[in-house]
């Protein structure tokens, strides 16, 4: 049966064979790396402590603990730490040809839109490299039950071929979305493109954890080093959707969850989620909804 996890260590990290296109997961605490072949295979970069850095050419990516980097196959990526303290990380390569089957299945499924034109994404350098928090992704329970396992001693019996099937159905849905936003942005150069996709995205995630503390857009702009314009253009480019929209939205929808417990009058909760007034609450409440406030409170009573 071919193993698809391995564990590697200080004693044994010179001497374990790290094949190029291969599905396999490696769980590494390290003291110091150093390697030149660090994208040998499309990857899954994960740090559950301290921190890993990775170069590609002029691009320099700092994984910090809790943050994943998805990065494409592509030579010459130099991965590099030194720590008093172990570094932990999962290294999960999947090799092309599983992106290709799974591309098959999902591009067979009448009730999935997703274009045959998108397998030449796949192809490098095009995969999109960002690190992200591994919290906001949508793969977070399939890597949080890896670790579990790992803790456990059991990542062997864990990591399987189905497990890296569902995976990489997760990867591919979750890159479809980004070839969407590269996509939307109006620019000649693709590196030009994800540079500001990789901006748009710092933003997206500033707003998702101050989105009840922002006060303009211009805030949000100047976070990412964009002008407040170019940063509006883009942002609605890539995610077909006004930075304004993206961040009442956020507010809107946590009003509904403050609403449905019962805890909160609406004036409360209009003044909570940032609102300036209740007459403005209840505005934007029933144009997204297509219920006023109170109605909606009235149709979520228990009978």
Not at 70 to 87: D, G, I
Not at 145 to 150: D, F, G, K
């Amino acid at each position: 049966m071919e193993q698809y996890f391995h564990i590697i260590t200080e004693k044994n990290k010179f001497a374990l064979n790290k094949p190029q296109d291969k599905d396999v997961v490696y769980y590494s605490e390290l003291n110091e790396w150093d390697t030149s072949n660090a994208f040998r295979s499309f990857s899954l970069k994960y740090v559950i402590d301290r921190c890993i850095y990775y170069k590609a050419g002029n691009k320099e990516y700092a994984v910090n603990k809790g943050n994943y980097l998805l990065a494409c196959k592509q030579p010459y990526v130099h991965a590099y730490f030194e720590s008093r303290q172990p570094v932990k990380s999962i290294c999960i390569d999947i090799c092309p040809t599983t992106v290709a089957e799974a591309f098959t299945v999902l591009t067979a499924r009448d009730d999935h839109a997703l274009d045959n034109y998108l397998s030449g994404y796949f192809r490098t350098p095009e995969f999109f490299e960002t690190v992200n928090p591994v919290c906001h992704s949508p793969f977070k329970k399939k890597i949080d039950e890896l670790v579990t396992a790992i803790t456990g001693g059991e990542g062997s019996e864990h990591v399987s071929r189905e497990w890296f099937m569902d995976l990489v159905e997760m990867i591919v849905w979750h890159e479809y979305g980004n070839y969407i936003s590269l996509n939307g942005i109006r620019s000649l150069k693709a590196e030009t493109r994800k540079e500001i996709l990789r901006r748009l995205k710092t933003a997206q995630q500033y707003m998702d954890d101050q989105y009840l503390h922002i006060g303009d857009i211009k805030q949000v702009a100047s976070f990412c080093t964009m002008s407040e314009f170019h940063f509006f253009r883009s942002f609605k480019q890539a995610f077909g959707v006004s930075p304004y929209q993206y961040l009442l939205g956020k507010r809107l929808e946590l009003a509904k969850e403050l609403m449905m417990t019962g805890e909160m009058t609406i004036t409360q909760v209009a003044l909570h989620c940032s609102f300036p007034d209740l007459f403005t609450f209840s505005k934007a409440f029933k144009r997204k909804f297509k219920l006023s406030p109170s109605s909606f409170i009235a149709s979520n009573k228990p009978i």
